[in-house]
T-cell receptor
Framework: KAGVTQTPRYLIKTRGQQVTLSCSPI?????VSWYQQTPGQGLQFLFEYFSETQRNKGNFPGRFSGRQFSNSRSEMNVSTLELGDSALYLC?????????????FGPGTRLTVL | AQSVTQLGSHVSVSEGALVLLRCNYS??????LFWYVQYPNQGLQLLLKYTSAATLVKGINGFEAEFKKSETSFHLTKPSAHMSDAAEYFCAVSLNTGGFKTIFGAGTRLFVKA
């Protein structure tokens, strides 16, 4: 099976712009989670989607949003970019449903805000 | 509330020496605990997971971890370090309470000296 893929791998934006990141989960996985990784804050949970519905959300401002499509692919959007949004954004997929199963992570998208 | 504490942001060992990375958790529900490894500019790779089946968990690359409920610990060990083990290691607790979420520790960077 192909792993989790994220596009693009690298992005450079300027303050005030918006950005959309994409994540394709492992085939058959219906749950997708997003995480932000920075040197100062470490790995922080952004949100989780299952069957096109956001089931869980972390403590991020409303500028961070996401969605999931019927094929389980997910996108996250960050509007009005700030310098502090520079980070590695990781997507993870799992089979979903109830219980806790193994998450599989993609390689991440490195976002730099200038 | 769930939380994860990793003791030591940096650990340095000699090649062939024992690796011990410490992790303590706090969880109001039976925990699902994980150790991940991250190499530079890559996503997270699962090393091992605890899901209440056995307290001593064996993972990939010779790593293992022991779940100790009385100490709320889940320390990661490897009998003999290899240069290729140099990376950042994350302990994490996952839960699904109506929505999936993983909380990560701050990470421990492992250095292996020749």
């Amino acid at each position: 099976k192909a792993g989790v893929t994220q596009t693009p791998r690298y992005l450079i934006k300027t303050r005030g712009q918006q950005v959309t990141l994409s994540c394709s989960p492992i085939s058959g996985h219906r749950s997708v989670s997003w995480y932000q990784q920075t040197p100062g804050q470490g790995l922080q949970f952004l949100f989780e989607y299952f069957s096109e519905t956001q089931r869980n959300k972390g403590n991020f401002p409303g500028r961070f949003s996401g969605r999931q499509f019927s094929n389980s692919r997910s996108e996250m959007n960050v509007s009005t970019l700030e310098l502090g949004d520079s980070a590695l954004y990781l997507c993870a997929s799992q089979t979903g449903g109830s219980g806790v199963d193994t998450q599989y992570f993609g390689p991440g998208t490195r976002l730099t805000v200038l | 509330a769930q939380s994860v504490t990793q003791l030591g942001s940096h650990v340095s060992v000699s090649e062939g020496a024992l690796v011990l990375l410490r992790c303590n958790y706090s969880s109001s529900v039976p925990p699902y605990l994980f150790w991940y490894v991250q190499y530079p500019n890559q996503g997270l790779q699962l090393l091992l997971k605890y899901t209440s089946a056995a307290t001593l968990v064996k993972g990939i690359n010779g790593f293992e971890a022991e779940f100790k409920k009385s100490e709320t610990s889940f320390h990661l060990t490897k009998p003999s370090a290899h240069m290729s083990d140099a990376a950042e290691y994350f302990c994490a607790v996952s839960l699904n309470t109506g929505g999936f979420k993983t909380i990560f520790g701050a990470g421990t960077r492992l250095f292996v000296k020749a």
